[in-house]
Each structure stands twice: as C-alpha cells, then as structure tokens.
C-alpha cells in the first residue's frame, strides 16, 4: 500500500510564497513521476506541475516562471515552490505520483488527500 502525504498549503497574501512538499511511503519499487494537480471550486482538476524520475519538469503555463518543482529521490519526496502567488492559485492542490510497487506489476497512479492553499488580496 502506497500513501501520498502532503503539507505546507495555508493562506497567503497575493504576492507571496508557500511550499508544498509531498511524501511517498509504502512499498515503491520505481517512482516513475510525481507531480501536483489543484482543483478550485467549479473547475476541473488542472495539472501544475511534474517532474520524472531523471529530473525533466513540465509547467501548467500559468505557473511557469512563478513556481518550481524539485524532487529528493532518496526520500520520495517533491516539492512545490510558489512564489508570486495570486489570487487565482486558490485552489486545493494535489500531490500526484505514477509508480511500481515491484518488479513485474503495472505502472499505478496514485493521488494525496489535498491541501488547500488560500490567496487573499
């Protein structure tokens, strides 16, 4: 059984930063990617942001230039840094991650509880 736990959302000011970090635990053979989604009322959930597991990134464009994601391999962890931050980032975000739990099964995917980050103005 795989576990995403997720921390550091809160409310913010517009113009300032916060960092999100997800943990995997469990049984993980091969991360594959991690990333985060978030989902604001009446939306549909939207990516944010990914990283591999040989460090290549991709960006929702409106977060490029504003936010960064980085990944501790060792410790199955990523991390989203936020900077900038508008009002229109409100939203719950996600942690994602697309692994193996051993050698030979599928590829699962598997999603954090969510943490709610709140921009005020």
């Known amino acids: 059984q795989v576990q995403l736990v997720e921390s550091g959302g809160g409310l913010v000011q517009v113009g300032g930063s916060l960092r999100l970090s997800c943990a995997a635990a469990g049984s993980i053979f091969s991360l594959i990617t991690m990333g985060w989604y978030r989902q604001a009322p009446g939306n549909q959930r939207e990516l944010v942001a990914l990283i591999t597991s040989g460090g290549n990134t991709r960006y929702a464009d409106i977060v490029k230039g504003r936010f960064t994601i980085s990944r501790d391999s060792a410790n199955n962890t990523v991390y989203l840094q936020m900077n900038s931050l508008k009002a229109e980032d409100t939203a719950i975000y996600f942690c994602?991650?697309?692994?193996?739990?051993?050698?030979?099964?599928?590829?699962?995917?598997?999603w954090g509880q969510g943490t709610q980050v709140t921009v005020s103005s």
């Open positions: 994602n991650a697309d692994l193996v739990v051993a050698p030979g099964t599928y590829q699962e995917t598997y």
